[in-house]
């Protein structure tokens, strides 16, 4: 990144396991998935040091022109690092981790009287009771505003 010129931009892992990499240019720091990383590192390497020069692209655009996404500058800079033919999306095999366990959820967001669960959380929701009191079921607003209560499982 140092010899792109990104000198002050960071690199880091991420969890996605639906995108390969990500440019996030408030933060000036590129990511890759740490699955689609594990996934073929052995197979093809290749494909992760194209996804990071894509990424890089994003970035050299974002700096030089101001212009995010897969435009006309973007490509110009594809065709600078060395990936000419580059497309806003490649295909890939999938990479998502095989066994996922499911989620285990905690708490819930119940109606007090009837009980009804609304929605379901894994970690406990940061609702004050004076923001749950205004809180409401958007199309149900008469019967859940001020009725709503986080329950633990």
């Not at 929605?119 to 004076?130: D, E, K, L, V």
Request: proline share 5%; glycine share 6%.
């Amino acid at each position: 990144m140092d010899s792109a010129g990104l000198t002050d931009w960071c690199f880091g892992w991420d969890r996605a396991v639906r995108r390969l990499g990500c440019c996030h240019y408030a933060k000036r720091r590129i990511t890759l998935s740490r699955h689609f990383v594990a996934r073929f590192l052995h197979e093809t390497p290749q494909l992760i040091c194209h996804t990071l020069l894509h990424e890089i692209a994003h970035a050299l655009a974002y700096i030089h022109c101001k212009e995010t996404g897969h435009g006309r500058f973007w490509k110009q800079f594809c065709a600078q690092l060395g990936i000419p033919n580059e497309k806003a999306r490649c295909k890939c095999p999938d990479f998502a981790p095989q066994h996922r366990p499911a989620p285990t959820y905690r708490y819930a967001l119940c109606h007090a009287e009837t009980g009804e669960v609304f929605y379901r959380y894994q970690r406990r929701p940061r609702f004050t009771s004076r923001k749950l009191s205004q809180t409401y079921i958007v199309g149900r607003k008469d019967e859940t505003l001020g009725m709503l209560t986080i329950v633990k499982l």
